[in-house]
């Protein structure tokens, strides 16, 4: 089956404290990326990546990484995570310039 | 600038009751519109796409759209609405933006149906 996959889906830290979510898609789109959707504001770009090793700022990277070693994973890393950046955050894929983004099912994440 | 606008934040509908949302978008060329739809706990699925062609649009679980140029809208509509149509909606504008082809999204529409 087609998918996005992201873990967690749900995960609780304090400030400060390293993080990484993971997400992968089985359907080798050269195009992925990252989002934060908070109430009121929408869906908002993090990161994206083009392709393995093509990485580039979206709308609101302040404050995150990311890394495209391999063309099915794309994680997200907070290296210093703050309460700003408690949100619920998606991953997506698509396939060169169909339009048609695959969305993972979401990580809520709350930074203490 | 690129924008999307949403205008209903929540609307309520009777189950089995016409359901139309609106999306007005600002874009200044040729725009590829999209619906997509987020069920509660899930990710975004698409709905259905404008891209060039037929105005009227036709998407999947019974909704369409209609693209009016003339208006900068690109409504959605579904003739008789479902219980499980509830969920949040989302109105999308294809924009490029340097290498980055990107979406520019609506605030969302909240969908309740009641029985």
């Known amino acids: 089956e087609a998918q996005v996959t992201q873990n967690p889906r749900y995960l609780i830290t304090v400030t400060g404290k390293k993080l990484t979510v993971t997400c992968s898609q089985n359907m080798n789109h050269e195009y992925m990326s990252w989002y934060r959707q908070d109430p009121g504001l929408g869906l908002r770009q993090i990161y994206y990546s083009m392709n393995v090793e093509v990485t580039d700022k979206g709308d609101v990277p302040e404050g995150y990484k990311v890394s495209r070693k391999e063309k099915r994973n794309f994680p997200l890393i907070l290296e210093s995570p703050s309460p700003n950046q408690t949100s619920l955050y998606f991953c997506?894929?698509?396939?060169?310039?169909?339009?048609?983004?695959?969305f993972g099912s979401g990580t809520q994440l709350s930074v203490l | 600038a690129q924008s999307v606008t949403q205008p209903d934040i929540h609307i309520t509908v009777s189950e089995g009751a016409s359901l139309e949302l609106r999306c007005n978008y600002s874009y200044g060329a040729t725009p590829y519109l999209f619906w997509y739809v987020q069920s509660p706990g899930q990710g975004l699925q698409l709905l259905l796409k404008y891209f060039s062609g037929d105005t009227l649009v036709q998407g999947i679980k019974g909704f369409e759209a209609e693209f009016k140029r003339s208006q900068s809208s690109f409504n959605l509509r579904k003739p008789s609405v479902h219980w499980s149509d509830a969920a949040e909606y989302f109105c999308a504008v294809g924009a490029n933006a340097g290498n980055n082809r990107k979406l520019i999204w609506g605030l969302g529409t909240s969908l309740a149906v009641n029985p």
């Open positions: 997506a894929s698509k396939q060169g310039t169909n339009e048609k983004l695959f």
